[in-house]
């Protein structure tokens, strides 16, 4: 069975950091690129960044509204994903997801449930 | 940055009704379109792949079309398990966007 366990959420100040965790399962991790996912309450989805897989030499794509504060990894040995978000604003304030989405020719397509990041004073 | 564009927001339909959602990209993006459900409370979940293929496990009822720019999701009849949010989403080109969304009601 697949599963994706996102953890690490939590209640931050702005200008706090805070690391996710995305624990996968029950597929080939290693031949997958691996994304985050965000939404905000009450909103729509937004892609937040993805790290492609060792033979892309796990380069990394993000959001215009996240790069330079957010960085994605991963640690193929653990089957894990990692979210490590910095200077962090109330504007970041969601569910996070972690995901495996459909690339052009490969329709595979996982989703986490979700871990809540809340960012206030 | 392309932008997904669905209508109607939202959409008041009843159980058999024949059901139809619209995403025009800002930009073509080929067939490189992904049709999603979401429950409240639920992560989404994936029913068409490259804009008309159906995934897995997903009732025939539900359909996708387009290419380019214009792209259309179908409901054939609706159950009542089918009332949710739908989102398309792009992944020809980064940044990966998806679309506001369509409640169904």
């Known amino acids: 069975e697949v599963q994706l366990v996102e953890s690490g959420g939590a209640l931050v100040q702005p200008g706090g950091s805070l690391r996710l965790t995305c624990a996968a399962s029950?597929?080939?991790?290693?031949?997958?690129?691996l994304n985050w996912v965000r939404q905000a309450p009450g909103k729509g989805l937004e892609w937040v960044g993805r790290?492609?897989?060792?033979?892309?030499?796990?380069?990394?794509e993000y959001a215009a509204s996240v790069k330079g504060r957010f960085t994605v990894s991963r640690d193929d040995s653990k089957t894990s994903l990692f979210l490590q978000m910095n200077s962090l604003r109330t504007e970041d304030t969601a569910v996070y997801y972690c995901?495996?989405?459909?690339?052009?020719?490969?329709?595979?397509?996982?989703w986490g449930q979700g871990t809540l990041v809340t960012v206030s004073s | 940055d392309i932008q997904m564009t669905q209508s109607p927001p939202s959409l008041s339909a009843s159980v058999g009704d024949r059901v139809t959602i619209t995403c025009r990209a800002s930009?073509?993006?080929?067939?490189?379109l992904v049709w999603y459900q979401q429950k409240p409370g639920k992560a989404p979940k994936s029913l068409i792949y490259?804009?008309?293929s159906l995934q897995t496990g997903v009732p025939s009822r539900f359909s996708g079309s387009g290419s380019g720019t214009d792209f259309t999701l179908t409901i054939s009849s609706l159950q009542p398990e089918d009332f949710a949010t739908y989102y398309c989403?792009?992944?020809?080109?980064?940044?990966?966007?998806f679309g506001q969304g369509t409640r169904l009601e």
């Open positions: 490259a804009a008309s």
């Open positions: 989403q792009q992944h020809n080109s980064y940044p990966i966007t």
């Open positions: 995901a495996v989405l459909p690339l052009k020719g490969t329709p595979t397509a996982y």
């Open positions: 790290i492609r897989d060792k033979a892309h030499s796990y380069t990394t």
């Open positions: 930009q073509g993006i080929s067939t490189w």
């Open positions: 029950g597929f080939t991790v290693s031949d997958h690129y």
